[in-house]
């Protein structure tokens, strides 16, 4: 679905994006001021300053009212900021001048959706522009005004629609389903939560609708089995936890989509998780924004709109939805743990690590928390303390399931960097154990074989198994050329060194090992060129004597096997 997707959010691309200064231009009778706030604005948008470059618009467009483009980039970035209802103020000024402009007329069915007039709301998707866009999100909007408006079966149309417009059968009948549960056709509703859930079995929004599902139809010990196959799911556990605790209580939950809107927004929702990457993160905000608008309380989509600000590293944004997450809500631990490590990518570590402190003691069992609490540890240099949050949080995840060769891998490095090789070499071989194909790890535990100059023959194997997984990773080349010269093998590591030096340019160790390489094979001028990029890219005053004395009197047969 997500090839689609993009083409169908292709004309907001252009929109939201930085490189989207267009034709508008500001009249030049307005004075240098007028233009000066349209400029800012448009560097607003592209540093993903979604609220300044909302603000700069709209007094942009206060200065020109007549023109359609800042009108438009005005309306965009006022929802994607997140003030909706300013934004369909915004949309009215759009379609005066542009009458089938999708985006705008999105906008204007959203505020009547949000009234409750719904057959407003079909209205304004009608008079929508044909396109891409028209054939996936307009159909899901408009299924679900359809249902708002009493016509299931037209709202079941819209649906089979989907398929023909880019949508998967997992959206289709996802979809389907809420719909025929919300219209009380119980029997075609199990049907179709089924369906969704043989084609997408850890799809967390229809485990949770069909537990509730099974919870309302008495169903107690079906939805039981559903909730505790879930928890073996770190993404379902919340659901899993919040059902079982229900159904403990003998109490009964109402509908995952309770109302038509709401059903509008879980079609925006299912959209905007769709695109994941920079590229489409504006776009997937401006859904979830409307999303949200009409669904306040929809913590998932706060989560999925935090992860986007991620995405754009605006880690401050990030936080502030982070925050608006009660603790009531299932997501309410993971946000802590998120806010306190998007503190930590704000070099806010002490910060972080007094949050994450207070949440292991508060939750000790939390996984997830003693890990972020070890990587904060570990980004403030704090290897001891590291070492011992890994600890906690390996005892915890036992056994460890297939990613859990990351928290090895980290402990490993907290311990070489105290110096405590034989347990870092052991966590190195665990993570390889849980994990056979990870290249990183390959290459950490074959370049301190190589380092330490030991095992080399099964260091190089390790590391050209690393290089066949990652060929493209300069440094894994830079250890495959390395230990090809640990084993006075010089030609073979100055064609890997060559290789590495090309990929990660301008980096001082590959250099200085290619240049190490090219001396011992007997190419002094090529070694000596070598040797003064990496004295020219060296930024650590400690190495730089080393790399002038190999400038100087070259090197000798026993520098080289000391790797020196």
């Known amino acids: 679905m997500r090839k689609s997707l993009l083409l169908s959010a292709a004309f907001l691309s252009v929109a939201l994006s930085a490189g989207a200064c267009a034709s508008v231009k500001a009249d030049p009778t307005g004075g240098d001021n007028q233009f000066g706030t349209y400029l800012s604005a448009h560097v607003a948008a592209g540093q993903h300053d979604l609220s300044e470059a909302a603000r700069l618009y709209q007094s942009s467009l206060a200065d020109d009212p007549g023109n359609s483009e800042i009108a438009n980039r005005a309306f965009l970035y006022t929802a994607a900021s997140g003030d909706v209802d300013g934004a369909i103020a915004l949309a009215d000024k759009v379609v005066k001048n542009s009458t089938d402009d999708r985006a705008a007329r999105l906008a204007l069915a959203i505020g009547a959706m949000k009234r409750g007039d719904y057959s407003k709301a079909r209205d304004q998707l009608s008079h929508s522009g044909n396109g891409p866009f028209t054939t996936l999100t307009l159909l899901l909007v408009d299924g679900w005004a359809a249902e708002g408006d009493g016509d299931t079966d037209a709202a079941l149309k819209d649906m089979d629609a989907l398929s023909g417009a880019g949508g998967t059968p997992q959206l289709v009948e996802y979809h389907k389903a809420l719909i025929l549960d919300l219209a009380g056709r119980v029997a075609d509703a199990d049907a179709a939560y089924r369906s969704v859930l043989q084609?997408?079995?850890?799809?967390?929004?229809?485990?949770?609708?069909?537990?509730r599902f099974l919870e309302r139809q008495g169903r107690i010990e079906e939805a039981?089995?559903?909730?505790?196959?879930?928890?073996?799911?770190?993404?379902?556990?919340?659901?899993?936890?919040?059902?079982?605790?229900?159904?403990?209580?003998?109490?009964?939950?109402?509908?995952?989509?309770?109302?038509?809107?709401?059903?509008?927004?879980?079609?925006?929702?299912?959209?905007?998780?769709?695109?994941?990457?920079?590229?489409?993160?504006?776009?997937?905000?401006?859904?979830?924004?409307?999303?949200?608008?009409?669904?306040?309380?929809?913590?998932?989509?706060?989560?999925?709109?935090?992860?986007?600000?991620?995405?754009?590293?605006?880690?401050?944004?990030?936080?502030?939805?982070?925050?608006?997450?009660?603790?009531?809500?299932?997501?309410?631990?993971?946000?802590?743990?998120?806010?306190?490590?998007?503190?930590?990518?704000?070099?806010?570590?002490?910060?972080?690590?007094?949050?994450?402190?207070?949440?292991?003691?508060?939750?000790?069992?939390?996984?997830?928390?003693?890990?972020?609490?070890?990587?904060?540890?570990?980004?403030?240099?704090?290897?001891?303390?590291?070492?011992?949050?890994?600890?906690?949080?390996?005892?915890?995840?036992?056994?460890?399931?297939?990613?859990?060769?990351?928290?090895?891998?980290?402990?490993?490095?907290?311990?070489?960097?105290?110096?405590?090789?034989?347990?870092?070499?052991?966590?190195?071989?665990?993570?390889?154990?849980?994990?056979?194909?990870?290249?990183?790890?390959?290459?950490?535990?074959?370049?301190?074989?190589?380092?330490?100059?030991?095992?080399?023959?099964?260091?190089?194997?390790?590391?050209?198994?690393?290089?066949?997984?990652?060929?493209?990773?300069?440094?894994?080349?830079?250890?495959?050329?390395?230990?090809?010269?640990?084993?006075?093998?010089?030609?073979?590591?100055?064609?890997?060194?060559?290789?590495?030096?090309?990929?990660?340019?301008?980096?001082?160790?590959?250099?200085?090992?290619?240049?190490?390489?090219?001396?011992?094979?007997?190419?002094?001028?090529?070694?000596?060129?070598?040797?003064?990029?990496a004295l020219a890219f060296n930024t650590d005053p400690k190495l730089k004597p080393e790399i002038e004395k190999k400038l100087a009197d070259g090197m000798s047969a026993a520098q080289a096997r000391a790797g020196k």
């Open 199 to 211: 084609q997408s079995a850890n799809g967390p929004r229809a485990t949770e609708a069909y537990g």
């Open 224 to 533: 039981k089995a559903l909730y505790t196959k879930a928890q073996a799911d770190s993404s379902l556990q919340p659901i899993a936890t919040a059902g079982l605790a229900r159904i403990a209580a003998g109490t009964k939950p109402g509908r995952l989509v309770d109302s038509a809107q709401d059903g509008a927004a879980e079609g925006l929702f299912s959209i905007a998780v769709s695109l994941s990457d920079a590229t489409s993160a504006d776009i997937a905000i401006l859904y979830l924004r409307f999303a949200l608008y009409l669904q306040p309380d929809f913590d998932l989509a706060k989560i999925v709109l935090a992860d986007r600000f991620e995405t754009l590293k605006k880690y401050d944004d990030a936080i502030a939805v982070y925050r608006t997450i009660p603790d009531s809500s299932p997501y309410n631990a993971a946000a802590a743990v998120q806010i306190a490590i998007d503190e930590g990518r704000l070099n806010l570590n002490d910060k972080a690590i007094a949050d994450l402190k207070a949440i292991t003691d508060k939750n000790p069992n939390d996984v997830a928390a003693w890990t972020s609490l070890a990587d904060s540890y570990r980004a403030a240099n704090k290897d001891t303390q590291a070492i011992d949050a890994y600890s906690k949080a390996i005892a915890l995840a036992n056994p460890p399931d297939k990613n859990d060769w990351q928290l090895y891998f980290a402990r490993a490095v907290s311990e070489e960097n105290l110096k405590q090789y034989p347990q870092a070499e052991a966590d190195l071989q665990t993570a390889l154990k849980i994990s056979p194909d990870q290249p990183q790890v390959m290459n950490y535990l074959g370049y301190t074989w190589v380092d330490q100059n030991r095992r080399l023959p099964e260091a190089l194997a390790l590391l050209e198994k690393a290089r066949a997984l990652s060929p493209y990773d300069g440094y894994i080349v830079d250890s495959v050329g390395w230990a090809y010269f640990r084993m006075a093998k010089y030609k073979e590591a100055a064609t890997a060194l060559q290789a590495a030096v090309l990929l990660v340019p301008g980096d001082p160790t590959i250099n200085e090992h290619l240049g190490d390489a090219y001396w011992m094979a007997g190419r002094r001028l090529d070694a000596r060129f070598q040797w003064n990029h």
